[in-house]
């Protein structure tokens, strides 16, 4: 494993508590950052917890990252608990299932954007001007190769990540010269527990697109994060960081 220089470093990571998120949280530690696991599932927050506190400062918060004023709550108290915000991790996200378009419930389309899109605007709306007070800041967004391609039958899932995409872009444009550096990742399929959520047709059709014959291991997207994270990435903003076994053709 290449050593990233985090060292010092304080890092949010939404939906931390499994998947690429808890990757992304373990390759932090292991670079020498703090990090703060946001969460909806209070139970998996503190299973993490336990995994990881032994490898450095680990900390755990239960939010609704679809509601500002939770949001807002969590950010000002991690703020005061470690004097400053480095990183953000947009990780969490939600597939809200398969199903073509004109059978899709509205409600689940609606859902699969607030958690998805409109998650990643809140935390951003809160955390951002903590960062504009240290001068420092590094986001990086969980998008997809699905917000490039579209899937079909995941019409919801494709449209929210497509958004983070262009909210990448907008945001590092805004922020390019106050040292916050913006970007995003648009990885294939990994095998976590997301996977319980689609029909394994879907996840067939998947597996079928990535030229290298194999999901991503979410430790490969964990690499990538850190150093989008680290000091390095520093004249990168707005970018899209594909991750995709060489499926993503633009």
Known sequence: MNQIDLNGRISVITGGARGIGLAIAERMLASGAAVSLWD???DALKAAQGKLSRRGTTDIRKVDLTNEKDVDRITNDVYAHFGKIDILVNNAGITGGNGVVWELDPSVWRKVIEVNLIAPFITCHSI????LAGGYGRIINVASIAGKEGNPTASHYSASKAGLIGF???LGKELATQNIMVNCI???AAKTELFAQMEQRHIDYMLSK??????L?????AAMVAWLASEECSFTTGGVFDISGGRAVY
């Open 40 to 42: 909806i599932d209070e």
């Open 128 to 131: 951002v001007p903590k960062m």
């Open 168 to 170: 990448t872009k907008s």
């Open 186 to 188: 648009t990885p294939a």
């Open 210 to 215: 990535i030229p290298m014959n194999r999901f």
């Open 217 to 221: 291991n979410v430790e490969e997207a």
